[in-house]
């Protein structure tokens, strides 16, 4: 009696749905990714053991040189930060420089050199070395930029905005300082200081 053939099944597996998984995947990391922006003036921030991680929903001062850079997460926050900080000083910004506003990472000019820095050629922008956000008695404008900044969150997404200190670790004490207490007129007295992950000696 002859032998019973058994029919061999094909080996080959559909790719389509790991492929697709795999587009979907790629397509979220590339959505949800925020790249890294890079600080006006070259701070080495200083270093440590732990691990916090810093939230989303952040105002960060940065220091370096005896000058403050601010930057603040959320279009709708900056451009409305923009507005408010405007009427102070009775300035009237234009939808179109909002709007490019609410697109700078960060920036660190005088208000009155705001639509100034605002028409500047993109490239000429970047290369600009920005004098930084006034702090002194007579301008406090980062006192204004900080305390509209978080009214303006409070409004538009009701969350207390929280304010990140990113310092460059050789920066003078006084510099630090003038900074903390501008932020303790406001009765901000919880924010982040932003520090570098480094090996515990």
């Not at 991680?53 to 220091?63: G, H, M, N």
């Not at 603040?72 to 409305?80: D, P, V």
């Not at 970047?126 to 009214?151: H, Y």
């Not at 003038?178 to 000696?201: D, P």
Request: glycine content about 4%; hydrophobic content about 40%; aromatic content about 6%.
């Amino acid at each position: 009696m002859p032998r019973a053939h058994i029919k061999r099944k094909s080996t080959a597996i559909d790719m389509t749905a790991m492929c697709d998984m795999a587009f979907l995947l790629l397509t979220f990391f590339i959505l949800t990714s925020k790249p890294k922006t890079e600080d006006l003036v070259p701070v080495d921030i200083p270093g440590s053991s732990v691990l916090i991680k810093l939230p989303d929903d952040v105002a960060t001062l940065t220091i370096g040189q005896g000058k403050v850079f601010f930057s603040i997460e959320g279009e709708a926050i900056k451009a409305q930060t923009l507005e408010n900080v405007g009427q102070k000083y009775n300035i009237t910004f234009t939808p179109a420089e909002k709007e490019l506003f609410s697109r700078l990472p960060s920036f660190g000019v005088p208000i009155a050199s705001m639509k100034q820095f605002l028409d500047m050629d993109p490239e000429k922008r970047k290369a600009l070395k920005q004098p930084g956000i006034p702090t002194d008695s007579v301008s406090n404008e980062l006192f204004n930029w900080v305390r509209e900044a978080r009214v303006s969150a409070k409004a538009l997404v009701n969350k207390d905005l929280r304010i990140g200190i990113k310092g460059d670790s050789k920066e003078e004490y006084p510099t630090i300082k003038k900074v903390i207490a501008i932020l303790q007129k406001q009765k901000v007295n919880k924010f982040s200081l932003i520090t570098s992950m480094r090996a515990a000696k």
